[in-house]
């Protein structure tokens, strides 16, 4: 039996788990700073710090309350070092060297995405890999090759905006609040999804990667009028705004289902399996559920709690790194950028 302390702050959510062979979650704490960066609408990373500062000592200690268990009984710590915000990320990482070196525990570094690519494998008696792997965050919008937690290549990814991203700039654009995603999909179900016909950017023919930055100038083009940026909003009604929120939803969803099926056809794989903060998005999952059993593929999503930012991520993770004996020295630096290598 091999347990994990994982530790994330890479963004805006400070949180710690307890994770018992890469799989079996006995604990799962986020102090998500949500309400702290809503009024700036959108993350400000000093002020992330500063909250990770303040409350990471304290949600440690719950994770090891909740798991029941203390330091003397983990076996490694693992901790997010890449990528994110530096400076939040640093809080993380300096508090994780700190307690390994203080408890005599190694030390494993996980990368934030590779994470949430992994992420639907906790909970499942069989690992699903070989597999496909959309993972789609405020961050990030990325296709893997996932064969093992270990061996992970990317097959493409956004070269603009990301899925999240654009789902939050959209819902500032239709006024409403942040984070936008619970939002918009919120707002949607009222909604036509066939009311407005979005762009669908699929660059060529044969590319993984995704580019969300025209559907977000359609929107703001659609709300205010081509080439202007303000004074459109009162016009609308909220039937309006609702059926811009599931247009725009449902643009996105094909794009991202489309592509995930091509990543099928070009690989061969068996599976897919979807992670990161959009994943929470039902509509989502259910398009994907249908696209994969319409191809007799087997779907995996991560679950609804594995989604957005946590710590048990992390651990599974880091519990696969440290097996295979990839442990870091108290050298351990933070970056902002992953290193994923692409195919
Ligand atoms: O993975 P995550 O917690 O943080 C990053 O690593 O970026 O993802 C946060 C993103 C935000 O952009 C948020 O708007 C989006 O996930 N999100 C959603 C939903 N829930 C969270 N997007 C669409 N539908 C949702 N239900
Ligand atoms: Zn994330």
Redesign the pocket.
């Known amino acids: 039996m091999t347990t994990i302390l994982g530790i994330e702050t890479?963004?805006d959510?400070t949180a710690a788990a307890v994770v018992v062979d890469g799989k079996d979650v006995r604990s799962n704490i986020v102090a998500s700073q949500v309400d702290l960066h809503r009024k700036y609408g959108g993350v400000v990373p000093e002020i992330a710090s500063r909250a990770h500062i303040e409350r990471l000592d304290a949600v440690i200690e719950e994770a090891f309350d909740a798991a029941g268990c203390s330091h003397g009984h983990i076996d490694a710590i693992a901790v997010t070092n890449r990528p994110g915000l530096v400076g939040a990320l640093l809080i993380g990482v300096t508090a994780a060297k700190t307690l390994s070196w203080v408890w005599g525990k190694p030390l494993v570094a996980v990368d934030?995405i590779e994470a949430?690519a992994c992420s639907p494998a906790m909970g499942l008696d069989q690992p699903p890999w070989p597999a496909v792997g959309l993972i789609v965050?405020?961050?990030?919008t990325s296709l893997f090759r996932i064969d093992q937690p270990t061996s992970i290549t990317l097959l493409g990814a956004t070269t603009d905006d990301?899925a999240?991203?654009a789902?939050?700039k959209v819902a500032a654009i239709l006024g409403l609040s942040y984070?936008?995603?619970?939002e918009?999909?919120r707002i949607a179900q009222n909604g036509d999804p066939m009311a407005v016909d979005f762009p669908r950017t699929m660059l060529a023919p044969n590319s993984l990667d995704f580019s969300f930055s025209g559907i977000k100038t359609a929107v703001l083009y659609h709300v205010h009028g081509q080439g202007r940026t303000t004074g459109g909003l009162e016009k609308l009604s909220p039937q309006d705004i609702a059926d811009i929120a599931a247009s725009f939803q449902r643009a996105v969803i094909d794009v991202l289902v489309r592509k995930t099926m091509l990543a099928i056809c070009q690989t061969g794989l068996p599976t897919v399996v979807l992670g990161?903060?959009?994943a929470?998005?039902?509509v989502?999952r259910s398009a994907l559920a249908t696209a994969c059993s319409e191809r007799d593929l087997d779907f995996h999503a991560a679950k609804m709690a594995y989604?957005?930012?946590n710590a048990a991520m992390i651990a599974a993770l880091g519990y696969h790194l440290l097996v295979s004996g990839d442990v870091a020295g108290l050298d351990l630096d933070a970056y902002a950028t992953g290193a994923v290598p692409r195919r």
């Open positions: 890479s963004c959510e934030h949430h965050s405020g961050g990030h990301a999240g991203e789902f939050d984070p936008g995603g619970p918009i999909e990161g903060g959009v929470a998005n039902r989502l989604c957005t930012d």
